[in-house]
């Protein structure tokens, strides 16, 4: 484990979930800094996602490809004494895992109902590799293997009842809760990838967790066949979250 006494907070999370406004509720807290999706550089550059992905070349230019590098940062940054950092499960590609064990990891999930067709609206034809589910799964078999801890979120429940979930957190990892964690401003944040404008369009606009809205739209048929690839990762995934 890591020797000083920084809380060192990785949020691995599917995309088109709650990770920005998670990200925002915990840059609300003096005592925390938080950054954005670290990792997404080296994961465009080590993946067939840059062909894809808006915004790839500038991402590329800015931010630090290496992904060993990113990892030492992660694990040494101490300018506050809580640091989270917002990443997405298929981020991770080949990096070795074990620097897991010096933070406190934390998965997101969203039901795949819900969550593909926001993401197929930014991304064509999306496929298991861009939604991390079976990634979750695998993370969770790495974690029980090496008897690391972790804590299952689930968007859904978190949206429902927000504070409760969060003081339940706060306490599993031996934080104080803050309630500014549950509002913010409506604005962007200077912590914001150079991806937000692709992506972040409601939470700029949102004041705090929006409530929870079932989505009453027709599912989009062509993308039956990689919700029925999803769904059973995401039914062991919900049974695991906080409530």
Known sequence: ??????????????????????MYSFAQRNDTKVFDEPLYAYYLSNSRAKAYHPGADVILKTMENDGERVVEMMLNYSEKSIVFFKNMTHHILGLDRSFMKQII????????????????????NPTMSDVGYKLHLDLINYFDLYDIDYVVLDAKKVLL???????????????????NM????????EEDGVWAKY???????????????????PFPEYLIPLLNECQPYYNQLQKLALT
């Open 105 to 124: 990891n934390v998965i997101l999930t969203r039901d795949p109902k819900e969550m593909l067709p926001s993401f197929a609206k930014v991304i064509d």
């Open 161 to 179: 009842n927000p504070e409760g979930v969060l003081r339940q957190f706060c306490k599993i990892i031996d934080i104080p809760f803050d309630i």
């Open 182 to 189: 549950l509002q913010w401003s409506p604005q962007q944040r």
């Open 1 to 22: 484990m890591q020797s000083d006494k920084i809380k060192r907070i990785s949020l691995w999370s599917g995309p088109r979930n709650i990770s920005t406004a998670l």
């Open 199 to 217: 992506w972040y369009a409601n939470v700029h606009k949102s004041s705090g967790f929006s409530r929870y809205k079932p989505k009453n739209e």
